[in-house]
């Protein structure tokens, strides 16, 4: 499923038609462009946004690209060429597509954009926008901090009661929230098969020599890059 080749990990999970993938230590802030080059994307055709943790989804169009400035988390296109990407550091980068309909999305999800629904917004967007079926869409996860990292307070027993496993060994009134298993039920609510669901099973946590990481890093401001892609057709 995953390719790896120094920092650059490509998913091949969607199929020859499009291009998906992110990167790891080794393509700091400074070298996305050589990242993005050295993974199959066109850095001028990058489409970026100003993360908020919100449920706000942007339908990238020939009529209107969002800009660095656009508050949203999430991205969906049926135009080739456009790279659409979000920046992580132990939230979960989600990637979406719909081969029948030529159509890929990605989304930035934290726990405060689960909990506010963007994957399910996500799901019912390529329903709703392009006719897709639930069992057509495909969805991806990129590198997160995964339930043996992502230590959180005793509310989110609340707020993720089937998600959150409170752990004898850390602080009082700690637990663990399993980010992806929210993900995941979120996505089967919405008619997504299990066998269109593909884990990269990469914590930036335990991994952090390979990925960036917030909490393993003490509050780093570099952050993953995870973009998708439909291909271009080449005309000879």
């Not at 508050?71 to 296109?77: H, K, P, S």
């Not at 590198?143 to 992502?150: E, F, G, L, Q, V």
């Not at 669901?197 to 401001?221: E, L």
């Amino acid at each position: 499923m995953i390719k790896e080749a120094e920092g650059i990990y490509a998913l091949d999970c969607f199929g020859p038609q499009v291009t998906a993938g992110f990167s790891g230590r080794e393509f700091d802030a400074a070298r996305r462009s050589d990242f993005l080059k050295l993974a199959g994307f066109a850095p001028e055709k990058l489409v970026l946004l100003k993360q908020v943790h919100s449920a706000n989804i942007v339908l990238v169009s020939s009529c209107y690209r969002p800009g660095k400035e656009t508050q949203a988390d999430g991205m969906i296109t049926q135009i080739p060429g456009v790279a659409l990407g979000i920046l992580t550091a132990d939230c979960v980068p989600v990637f979406f597509c719909d081969l029948s309909k030529g159509v890929v999305g990605i989304t930035h999800a934290g726990w405060r954009g689960i909990h506010h629904g963007i994957i399910r917004k996500m799901a019912q967007a390529f329903k709703q926008n392009f006719m897709s079926r639930s069992e057509d869409i495909q969805v991806a996860f990129g590198p997160a901090a995964r339930k043996c990292c992502y230590e959180v307070g005793y509310e989110f027993a609340h707020i993720f009661p089937d998600f959150y496993s409170a752990k004898a060994e850390l602080k009082s009134h700690k637990g663990c929230m399993d980010l992806i298993g929210a993900i995941v039920r979120e996505l089967e609510d919405e008619g997504v098969r299990a066998d269109q669901i593909f884990d990269s099973k990469k914590c930036t946590c335990c991994q952090n020599d390979k990925y960036f990481s917030y909490r393993a890093d003490h509050g780093t401001s570099e952050r993953i890059l995870s973009v998708i892609s439909l291909k271009e057709t080449v005309l000879s």
